[in-house]
T-cell receptor, first 115, second 114 residues
Framework: DAGITQSPRHKVTETGTPVTLRCHQT?????MYWYRQDPGHGLRLIHY???????DKGEVSDGYSVSRSKTEDFLLTLESATSSQTSVYFC??????????????FGQGTRLTVV | AQSVTQPDIHITVSEGASLELRCNYS??????LFWYVQSPGQGLQLLLK??????LVQGIKGFEAEFKRSQSSFNLRKPSVHWSDAAEYFC????????????FGGGTRLMVKP
C-alpha cells in the first residue's frame, strides 16, 4: 500500500466550529488531492496541490481551504463546519501527470459528522 | 468539462455469474479512464486503466474493461463473480492537462448472492 495516512479517521463536530483534516504521505509524490464522497455523487474533488504552496480549487471548493507547507502534508480546513459538510473525505496522491505508468493512490478516508 | 455516468446504482448477481458494470463518459478529447473498487470501510483501489492503444484492458482480480469511443463507454466485466467481489465500483475519467484530476461517476454497488 502507498504510504498515505489520514487523520483523524473519524470526527464528530458541532456546526460552526473549525475542523482540520490532515493527509500525510511518505511517497514524496508531487500531487495531492482532497475528495469528498457522498451517496450518489461518487467522489468529488475539493482542492488539489501540484507542489509545495501550489494549490487550486476543484469542483466543490466552497467552504473549504487547504494548505501545503511541506511535500508530505496536505491539510484541509473547514473554517466553520456545516451539516452539508458531513461526508467521507479521501486524500489521494500521484507522482506526476497521469500516464500509463502513473496512478493515484487513495487514503483510507476520514468520516466527518457535523451535528 | 468531463463527466462520468454510471447508470446502475445497485446490481445483484449470483456467485459464478458474469458481470458487466456500465460507465459512460463525456470528455472533449481522448480520455484517460479508470475503474476503482472500494470495499466497505476502505479506500479506493485501482482495478485497471486505459490511456491508449488496445481498447480491451486487463486488470487485477480477473476484471477487464473495453473502451468504445463510438459509444463513449468503458464498461467493466468479469466472467465469473466471486463473493469477495461485493463492493462499490467507481468509474473515473482523467483530465490530461489539469493537474492529474479525476472525475468520478456516482458508483455502482455490487451485491453477490450465494
Amino acid at each position: 500500500d502507498a504510504g498515505i495516512t489520514q487523520s483523524p479517521r473519524h470526527k464528530v463536530t458541532e456546526t460552526g466550529t473549525p475542523v482540520t483534516l490532515r493527509c500525510h504521505q511518505t511517497e514524496n509524490h508531487r500531487y495531492m488531492y482532497w475528495y469528498r464522497q457522498d451517496p450518489g455523487h461518487g467522489l468529488r474533488l475539493i482542492h488539489y496541490s501540484y507542489g509545495v504552496k501550489d494549490t487550486d480549487k476543484g469542483e466543490v471548493s466552497d467552504g473549504y481551504s487547504v494548505s501545503r507547507s511541506k511535500t508530505e502534508d496536505f491539510l484541509l480546513t473547514l473554517e466553520s463546519a456545516t451539516s452539508s459538510q458531513t461526508s467521507v473525505y479521501f486524500c489521494a496522491i500521484s507522482a506526476k501527470q497521469l500516464s500509463v505508468n502513473t496512478e493515484a493512490f487513495f487514503g483510507q478516508g476520514t468520516r466527518l459528522t457535523v451535528v | 468539462a468531463q463527466s462520468v455516468t454510471q447508470p446502475d446504482i445497485h446490481i445483484t448477481v449470483s456467485e459464478g455469474a458474469s458481470l458487466e458494470l456500465r460507465c459512460n463518459y463525456s470528455y472533449g478529447a481522448t480520455p484517460y479512464l479508470f475503474w476503482y473498487v472500494q470495499s466497505p470501510g476502505q479506500g479506493l483501489q485501482l482495478l485497471l486503466k486505459y490511456f491508449s492503444g488496445d481498447t480491451l484492458v486487463q486488470g487485477i482480480k480477473g476484471f477487464e474493461a473495453e473502451f468504445k469511443r463510438s459509444q463513449s463507454s468503458f464498461n467493466l466485466r468479469k466472467p465469473s463473480v466471486h463473493w469477495s467481489d461485493a463492493a462499490e465500483y467507481f468509474c473515473a475519467v482523467g483530465a490530461r492537462n489539469a493537474g492529474n484530476m479525476l472525475t468520478f461517476g456516482g458508483g455502482t454497488r455490487l451485491m453477490v448472492k450465494p
